[in-house]
Nanobody, 119 residues
C-alpha cells in the first residue's frame, strides 16, 4: 500500500488547510481499515492526532487538536482528509497518514506533507 499525503503549506496563525491522503494498492480494501493522521514536529516524536473508523462513523482526536481539526474519508476515492482550522504555530509539523486505530503499519509511512504556521 502506498499513501500520498498532500495539501500542506505555509499558513498564517488562525488560517486553515485541508490535507489529503490518497491510498493506492491492488488488493487493499480501503474501507476495511481505520485510518489515522499523525504529525511530527522537528526534534519530536510522531504523534497520533486524529483517527476514523473504516466506515467513517467513529472519529477521535487528540486534545491538542480537538475542536479545530476534522478527519473524514471518502472510501470511493480511497482518500482520507484532515480539515485544519484555527491553526497555531504549534501545529507546525510534517503530517502523515497510516492505517489503524492505534497501531500504524510501519511499512505504510509515506513522505508526509509539511505544514508551517507562521506570520
Amino acid at each position: 500500500v502506498q499513501f500520498v499525503e498532500s495539501g500542506g503549506g505555509l499558513v498564517q496563525p488562525g488560517g486553515s488547510l485541508r490535507l489529503s491522503c490518497a491510498a493506492s494498492a491492488s488488493g487493499f480494501t480501503f474501507s476495511n481499515y481505520a485510518m489515522s493522521w499523525y504529525r511530527q514536529a522537528p526534534g519530536k516524536g510522531r504523534d497520533l492526532i486524529a483517527r476514523i473508523s473504516g466506515g467513517g462513523g467513529s472519529t477521535d482526536y487528540a486534545d491538542s487538536v480537538k475542536g479545530r481539526f476534522t478527519i473524514s474519508r471518502d472510501n470511493a476515492k480511497t482518500t482520507v482528509y484532515l480539515q485544519m482550522n484555527s491553526l497555531k504555530p504549534e501545529d507546525t509539523a510534517a503530517y502523515y497518514c497510516n492505517t489503524g486505530w492505534s497501531t500504524p503499519n510501519r511499512n505504510y509511512w509515506g513522505q508526509g506533507t509539511q505544514v508551517t504556521v507562521s506570520s
